[in-house]
C-alpha cells in the first residue's frame, strides 16, 4: 500500500467558551459532546490505482481525505505513506501527497498569478530552480489543456472548470505519489465534469497515477474507478473492486445509493418501486447504537439496533459490514 490508514479516528470536541468554563467549575452541567467524525476507519491505496470513496454529504469522506493527505491529524490511529507515518512539523514529508480541492477558487490565491501559483511550491522545495519555473510551468498548463500564455492571467479571469485545471497542474507539478481528489467536479457544470473526468483519466494513464476520489455522485465514481469504499457516518460498510460493488451491491446502504442514480430510460416498473432511502443521515453528535444505519434500514433487526457488524470478508472478494449481507 502507498497510502493507508490504519484504525483511524477523528473527533471534534466543541472549544468551551468562558462563561462555560465558569459554569463548569461551578458544578454547572457543560455540553461536551464531540463530533464523530470518522471512527476507526482502515484502508489503503495501491501503487497505480484509484480508489473511490462515495457517501452522502457529512458521512466524514472529506475528512478521512484531509488526513490522508496531512492537512489534518487523526485523533487516533495512524496514517502510512508507503508504510511510513509521515513527519510533522518543519521537516514534513506530507508533500508526497497532494489535493485536488472542490471550489477551485477557494484554492487559489486571488493576488497571485496562475504561473506562480503553480511554480510557488516546486521552488520552495527544490523540485526546480525559479529560472526554469516558467518552462515548467507552461508544460504542465499544456498538459491540462490550456494555453502556456495563461500563466500570467489571475483566478478570476478563468471559468469554473479551467480554474480546476489550473488546480490540478499545481498538485501534480508538485511530483505527488498519491493525488487525493476531493469532489473535483462537483461545482462544475455537467459538460465540463465530463471534460475533467476526462482529463484525470489522460493523466493516470501517462503519469501512473494513484488517487484517491472522493464523491457523493456514483456514477462519476464508477467512471474512474478500480476500488470503491463506500462510507456511512464516519465509518466503511462496504469495499471492493468498482465492477463487483456496483454489479452487486451488498450492503442496503449501498443497494439504496444505486437505485437512487439518475437513469436515462426507466420501465413503469422501475418508477413504481422505487424506494429512495427514509430518514437522513443521524447526528454524529450521537450516533445510534449498533449498526448506525439502522434507523433507516429496511432489512434492520433487534441485532442490528444492539450490535454494530464488523467489516466482513466475503467470496467475491468485497468486505461488507451488514448483519444481513
Not at 123 to 143: F, S
Not at 172 to 178: D, G, H, K, S
Not at 195 to 223: E, K, M, P, W, Y
Not at 258 to 273: F, G, N, T, Y
Amino acid at each position: 500500500m502507498i497510502l493507508q490508514a490504519e484504525g483511524v479516528t477523528k473527533r471534534f470536541s466543541p472549544r468551551l467558551s468562558i462563561g462555560d468554563r465558569i459554569a463548569g467549575a461551578l458544578g454547572a452541567k457543560v455540553d461536551r459532546r464531540a463530533v464523530h467524525a470518522v471512527t476507526d476507519v482502515s484502508i489503503g491505496v495501491t501503487a497505480g490505482e484509484t480508489l473511490g470513496l462515495v457517501g452522502e454529504s457529512g458521512c466524514g469522506k472529506s475528512t478521512l481525505g484531509r488526513m490522508l493527505a496531512g492537512i489534518m491529524p487523526p485523533t487516533e490511529g495512524r496514517v502510512l505513506v508507503s508504510g511510513v507515518a509521515p513527519m510533522r512539523g518543519r521537516h514534513k514529508s506530507t508533500t508526497r501527497i497532494q489535493t485536488v480541492f472542490q471550489d477551485p477558487f477557494a484554492s487559489l490565491n486571488p493576488r497571485m498569478r496562475i504561473g506562480d501559483t503553480i511554480a510557488e511550491g516546486p521552488v520552495n522545495h527544490g523540485l526546480t530552480t525559479r529560472a526554469d519555473a516558467p518552462r515548467m510551468v507552461a508544460d504542465w498548463l499544456a498538459r491540462v489543456g490550456l494555453d502556456p500564455a495563461f500563466a500570467a492571467r489571475f483566478p478570476h479571469q478563468f471559468s469554473g472548470g479551467q480554474r480546476q485545471r489550473v488546480a490540478i497542474a499545481r498538485a501534480l507539478a508538485m511530483q505527488p505519489e498519491v493525488l487525493v481528489c476531493d469532489e473535483p467536479v462537483a461545482s462544475l457544470d455537467v459538460s465540463i465534469q465530463a471534460q475533467i473526468l476526462n482529463l484525470f483519466l489522460d493523466l493516470r494513464r501517462d503519469l501512473g497515477l494513484t488517487c484517491l476520489f472522493i464523491s457523493h455522485d456514483l456514477s462519476v465514481v464508477r467512471h474512474v474507478s478500480d476500488r470503491v469504499a463506500i462510507m456511512y457516518l464516519g465509518r466503511i460498510v462496504e469495499a471492493g473492486s468498482a465492477a463487483t460493488v456496483y454489479a452487486s451491491p451488498r450492503h442496503p446502504y449501498t443497494q439504496g445509493l444505486l437505485d437512487s442514480v439518475p437513469k436515462l430510460r426507466l420501465s413503469v416498473e422501475d418508477v413504481a418501486s422505487f424506494k429512495p432511502i427514509a430518514g437522513e443521515l443521524p447526528s454524529p453528535l450521537s450516533p445510534p447504537s449498533g449498526c448506525a444505519f439502522h434507523p433507516r434500514c429496511p432489512k434492520a433487526t433487534a441485532l442490528c439496533r444492539a450490535e454494530r457488524p464488523a467489516l466482513t470478508p466475503r467470496e467475491d472478494g468485497t468486505v461488507v459490514a451488514c448483519h444481513h449481507a
